[in-house]
């Protein structure tokens, strides 16, 4: 296959007459619960460019969720996955093993932070790891509280739905959902009654009474969090945050576990978000960016957690699938060899700088209320002019000015209000500049 042409090119309405087609056919046949951001059909993508059916090329803000970060087909994962599906597909790592699993366990334990001996388990799903990390946290523990955050997103499974804040669209109608889950308070900067800089120590000292008074810390398994909260809006929890509660975790025998599903994996500019303030989690949980798009996701930790689940305990059938296990070992190659961790932080600098100087000169740039996040993990937060009030239908209206124009973004936030980028890493400067001359355009459009 031919390399995709780096550049946006709109031919056809978005979504142009083959989409249309297609669409209809999957309106008949799809579930409507499933949802799409926009409704064009994807005929390849690559490096920074999203190919439609009807020959559009979009730039890519999305990376299908923060996966693609290598691109959506990745030299060293499509060689890889593609040698190991012509010599076996499946066994079941229960069944009969093999060196992949076993390859990518090592290699977690070397990426992750912490000098500590550990050891990982693989799964599907970003839900499935986080449901095998309170599994092991319980095991280990023989407690069974869970403590998850505002704002926090960890999923659609049973669980996972219950340690996910926001009602609509993930829970509503679902329930009922699992027991023993309890929310305390983050510290959201912007947001933060009196002001960021003192978020991270109020926040903290609130929520760590409210786990001592209305749970009591000896009944806490885990405090799980995303160290950026994705879903929830590109949140950086203030600083002093996120020590406070490790802090308090380890004096109390509870695990703290870091959900760096969409935040992990060369993302925000490191390996991990939690290396940024020094956190060394007891568990980590990853999937998304690890195998270059195709599903494998672990829970990774230190040795003597991991093993307190039984013999048995732990598992699945597709768990740790060869072919994604071959793709996480070529995407993992990739970051090394393409330094990702330094293309991200480039990205922070070209798209920070930009936005900024959108929110200062363009006539209504004042709806920009925050401009945040980490590497290529970027947000802004809409509000309406002169308030803090959010505002979705700018959100809304932005992402899709941007859609028509050939730029894939996509929007996020408890209030709905907060575009947010997630380009491949491997994307160019050039793309990068062009994507963000839309996002600027889009606004003369509000
Ligand atoms: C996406 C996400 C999940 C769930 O992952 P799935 O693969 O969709 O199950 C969990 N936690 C975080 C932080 C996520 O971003």
């Known amino acids: 296959m031919t390399a995709i042409p780096q550049e946006r090119r709109v031919v056809t309405a978005i979504p142009g007459p083959k989409s249309v087609e297609l669409q209809a056919r999957r309106l008949a046949a799809v579930a409507a619960g499933v949802g799409s951001t926009l409704p064009v059909f994807t005929a390849r993508a690559g490096g920074g460019i999203i190919e439609d059916v009807d020959g559009n090329r979009l730039i890519d803000f999305g990376s299908g969720i923060a996966v693609t970060s290598v691109g959506a087909s990745a030299e060293a994962v499509v060689r890889r996955a593609t040698a190991q599906l012509a010599n076996f597909t499946h066994t079941c790592f229960m069944v009969t093993p093999y060196e992949g699993y076993v390859e990518v366990c ?20 970003g839900a499935e790891a986080v449901e095998n990390a309170v599994k092991i946290a319980r095991a280990h523990t023989k407690r069974t509280a869970v403590v998850v955050f505002d704002h926090g ?41 009196t002001g960021a800089e003192n978020a991270g120590a109020e926040a ?14 000896e009944n806490v398994a885990a405090i799980i969090i995303e160290p950026v909260l994705g879903e929830g809006g590109f949140i950086e929890p203030a600083k002093g945050f ?79 699938n060869p072919v994604a296990c071959a793709g996480a070992l070529g995407a993992i190659e990739t970051m090394r060899e393409l330094d ?55 959100a809304g209206a932005l992402a899709k000015a941007c859609h028509a124009e050939g730029v894939m973004v996509l929007t996020c936030g408890t209030y709905g209000n907060v575009l947010r980028f997630l380009p491949p890493l491997v994307i160019g400067e050039d793309l990068l500049n062009e994507g963000l001359d839309v996002i600027e355009q889009a606004f003369g459009t509000l």
């Not at 999923?155 to 804040?165: I, K, P, S, Y």
């Not at 903290?204 to 810390?217: L, M, P, V």
């Not at 695990?255 to 969409?262: G, K, T």
């Open 106 to 125: 090592e290699q977690l334990a070397e990426l992750t932070p912490g000098d500590h001996a550990k050891k990982s388990a693989l799964f599907n799903s």
């Open 153 to 193: 997103y960890h999923g659609r499974t049973n669980l996972t739905m219950g340690m996910t804040a926001k009602n609509m669209p993930y829970k509503q109608g679902f329930g009922p959902f699992a027991p023993e889950v309890y929310r305390v308070p983050v510290a959201y900067g912007y947001r933060w009654p």
């Open 204 to 217: 903290s000292a609130q929520a760590i009474d409210e786990i001592t008074k209305q749970i009591g810390a």
């Open 242 to 320: 996120l020590p406070a509660i490790a802090q308090f975790a380890k004096e109390n025998g509870i695990v703290f576990v870091a959900d760096e599903i969409q935040s992990g994996f060369c993302r925000t500019g490191q390996w991990f978000a939690c290396e940024d303030e020094g956190i060394v989690p007891d568990l980590i949980t990853t999937a998304k960016g690890i195998a270059g798009g195709l599903p494998l996701s672990a829970v990774t930790g230190r040795a003597e957690i991991m093993d307190a689940a039984h013999a048995g305990g732990l598992g699945g059938t597709y768990g740790g």
């Open 340 to 394: 990702l961790n330094g293309k991200a932080k480039r990205i922070e600098e070209v798209m920070k700088g930009r936005l900024a100087e959108m929110q200062a000169k363009l006539p209504n740039g004042s709806i920009i209320g925050d401009i945040r996040g980490r590497g290529a993990m970027i947000a802004i937060e809409l509000v309406k002019a002169g308030t803090k009030d959010p505002n979705p239908e700018a």
